[in-house]
Structures are given as structure tokens and as C-alpha cells.
């Protein structure tokens, strides 16, 4: 990790449902008890969760 810091920018989640690298990062919704509401969009604008709290993704 020293020599390649980027393989680092990735979200290690833990939660009682296991540890997971998020890559991509609405992996990390497999790991919520419940999912958050509504609309949600990733970081490029991709919706993953509409307006009625469907996963999309």
C-alpha cells in the first residue's frame, strides 16, 4: 500500500453483515440493515435509489 497509495482510496465498510471494499461504492447498500432514503445518486450522477426507495443498481 505504501508503494501504490491508490490501491488505499477505496471504502472498507464493516457492519454486522460482514467487511466488504466498496468498489463501486453502492456496494456498500449489501451491508445496511435498511437503505437510505430516496432519490440517491453515486458521485457521477447514476441514480441508485429513487424517489420511492427502490435500488436501482
Known amino acids: 500500500?505504501?508503494?501504490h497509495p491508490i490501491l488505499v482510496d477505496r471504502p472498507i465498510v464493516c457492519s454486522p453483515k460482514g467487511v466488504r471494499?466498496?468498489?463501486p461504492s453502492e456496494d456498500v447498500l449489501d451491508l445496511l440493515n435498511t437503505l437510505p432514503p430516496?432519490?440517491?445518486a453515486k458521485e457521477d450522477g447514476t441514480p441508485v435509489i429513487d424517489a420511492e426507495?427502490?435500488?436501482l443498481v
Do not use: A, K, Q, Y
Open 21 to 23: 471494499l466498496c468498489r
Open 38 to 40: 430516496g432519490p440517491l
Open 53 to 55: 426507495g427502490t435500488r
Open 1 to 3: 500500500m505504501l508503494d
